[in-house]
């Protein structure tokens, strides 16, 4: 199973995580990366990290689940959880 994301994907992640979140202001100076943790990032609540995860789906076109709110923990999370739905789907296609 491919559980990675083309640095293409990974940027259009972050990109959605920023304007998603609402983080390209002047409150998130830090850069996003794999290993950034969701639920630190400025002003992350279990609302926005739903609206986030609704966002994924829409612009990578998955299916992510409710059960992935309980699994992300940093944003190496939702890339992963991007491959296990592209890789279902696959399975269920074949």
Same mark, same amino acid.
């Given at each position: 199973?491919?559980?990675?994301?083309?640095?293409?994907?990974?940027?259009? !992640?972050?990109? +959605?995580?920023?304007?998603? &979140?609402?983080?390209?202001?002047?409150?998130?100076? $830090?850069? #996003?990366?794999?290993?950034?943790?969701?639920?630190?990032?400025?002003?992350?609540?279990?609302?926005?990290? !739903?609206?986030? +995860?609704?966002?994924?789906? &829409?612009?990578?076109?998955?299916?992510?689940?409710? $059960?992935? #709110?309980?699994?992300?923990?940093?944003?190496?999370?939702?890339?992963?959880?991007?491959?296990?739905?592209?890789?279902?789907?696959?399975?269920?296609?074949?």
């Amino acid at each position: 199973m491919n559980t990675y994301l083309t640095p293409q994907e990974r940027e259009r !992640l972050y990109s +959605l995580i920023r304007e998603t &979140l609402d983080l390209s202001g002047t409150e998130c100076p $830090e850069e #996003i990366k794999n290993t950034t943790m969701v639920r630190d990032l400025s002003g992350v609540d279990s609302l926005k990290l !739903l609206r986030l +995860l609704g966002a994924v789906e &829409l612009g990578f076109r998955v299916n992510l689940g409710f $059960e992935a #709110i309980s699994q992300v923990q940093t944003v190496q999370d939702i890339e992963r959880l991007i491959c296990e739905s592209r890789e279902q789907y696959a399975t269920r296609a074949s």
